[in-house]
């Protein structure tokens, strides 16, 4: 629009200069001193347009979760000593629905525009918030000028989650057991032997006895318990997964506001992929263990191994949800294959979930395998068929559990809480 006016001025500027200088009357000269003093205000104007102006930009938080609203304010100053007619902030950010772009009608001098913008978080991932880039012009449409901003942050979407009031582990997982030969910082019921005081030791590991026998301070020494670990292993071949077209949801903008609170928004549904699925039900099982002080750890082959050995507390669990937030059902191995390789990093006692959409049998070979090395083996098995798939997995729930492996069938659509939570038993299963 502005390419148009511009050239419609000019050939009014050129067939004013004609006029003058063919007739010399004075209204042509006039009309030619007019549009070439349009010509040059406009310039001048565009010109100011993007000067002096400061544009910022602040997150809340840099950490957010599917479902739940992730937050930012965005301010642009003018701090010269001319108004500005009007400012187009346009914004270049990643993150799916989160639109921050806004047009300043008009900005006085040393004046300040805030507007505050409240997003649902629609997809798992890390994702790139920015540049910026502001752009104003002249009142007549002639001129336009842009300046970019090449700032940018990075935000971690983390998976959606479910709270499980219980999930069934299989009979005889207790707290306690026999000792594993490997060393912890955490206080458990198996101790290992005692050694001097080092520096940062904490006060209740002394040993009182062998203080008072040695006359120095003396602290016990610590092993984990091997049935206190909980291995999750997520099933990334490629091969295995189905998923349903996703209509794109709306985004949600607050325009015009200074941190004003939103009405409230229905967490979105979990897009028809069983790879969304698959790393929900291994987020949330992750949040169940951890939250009862349970030792978590988590294999997967995706696009790369992804490998994070077991630990406690919130640490823990931060690390395990920004792997699974990037995490992709991208990887050429067989979830049979995986099995085999990584059996040798589960220790005997242990506890392994396994969650997968894959309707090979000898996946089924390789949980039996780890039971018979004495881990405990839950599953969770995905229906693909209902996700788009021509293949079921209703023969591999059947052979897990005539093997004696729990396996939770979880379908599109599908209460994950409620699924998860609803464990039975192997005698319920065949009475069903």
């Known amino acids: 629009m502005s390419s148009r006016r511009y050239l419609v001025v000019l050939m009014f500027f050129a067939a004013s200069l004609v006029g003058a200088f063919v ?36 997150t809340r938080a ?14 642009v100053r003018n701090t010269g000593r001319f108004p500005k007619l009007w400012l187009e902030v346009r914004d270049w950010s990643e993150l799916p629905g989160h639109e921050a772009s806004y047009v300043v009608a008009s900005l006085g001098a040393k004046q300040e525009r805030i507007w505050t913008v409240r997003s649902i978080c629609q997809r798992r991932g890390r994702f790139r918030l920015g540049p910026l880039s502001i752009s104003s012009g002249d009142p007549f449409g002639l001129f336009q000028v842009t300046r970019r901003i090449p700032q940018t942050t990075n935000v971690v979407i983390y998976p959606a989650t479910v709270e499980l009031p219980n999930f069934a582990l299989p009979v005889g997982i207790l707290p306690g057991g026999d000792a594993l030969r490997r060393r912890t910082h955490y206080v458990t019921a198996n101790s290992s032997g005692v050694r001097d005081y080092a520096p940062g030791d904490s006060f209740n590991r002394i040993h009182w006895p062998s203080t008072a026998r040695r006359d120095r301070l003396i602290v016990k020494e610590f092993e984990l318990d091997p049935q206190a670990d909980v291995w999750i292993v997520l099933d990334g071949d490629a091969s295995a997964q189905a998923a349903l077209p996703t209509p794109e949801a709306p985004s949600v903008r607050l325009n015009d506001s200074l941190w004003q609170t939103t009405p409230v928004i229905t967490p979105p549904l979990l897009p028809p992929s069983t790879e969304e699925y698959a790393v929900s039900v291994a987020a949330s099982l992750a949040q169940y263990f951890i939250r009862r002080d349970r030792s978590v750890g988590f294999v997967a082959h995706g696009q790369t191994r992804e490998m994070i050995q077991p630990d406690r507390g919130e640490r823990q669990l931060t690390k395990l949800m920004e792997t699974l937030a990037v995490f992709h059902a991208l990887g050429r191995i067989h979830f049979h294959d995986v099995l085999t390789m990584e059996a040798e990093q589960l220790p005997r006692g242990t506890t392994a979930i396994l969650i997968s959409a894959s309707n090979d049998t000898r996946w089924v070979v390789g949980a039996q395998s780890l039971k018979r090395r004495g881990l405990r083996v839950v599953s969770v098995v995905l229906e693909p068929y209902t996700f788009g798939s021509v293949y079921s997995t209703a023969d591999i729930a059947a052979l897990l559990w005539a093997s004696g492996i729990s396996a939770y069938r979880v379908k599109c659509g599908d209460n994950l809480m409620a699924v998860l939570s609803g464990g039975e038993s192997l005698a319920q299963h065949f009475a069903r």
């Open 23 to 58: 007739t010399g009357r004075d209204f042509f000269f006039n009309l030619s001193y007019f549009w070439a003093a349009l010509f040059v205000i406009a310039a001048i104007w565009t010109w100011l347009g993007t000067r002096e102006i400061r544009l910022g930009r602040h």
């Open 62 to 75: 840099l950490r957010a979760q599917v479902g739940r609203p992730l937050e930012e304010r965005l301010a």
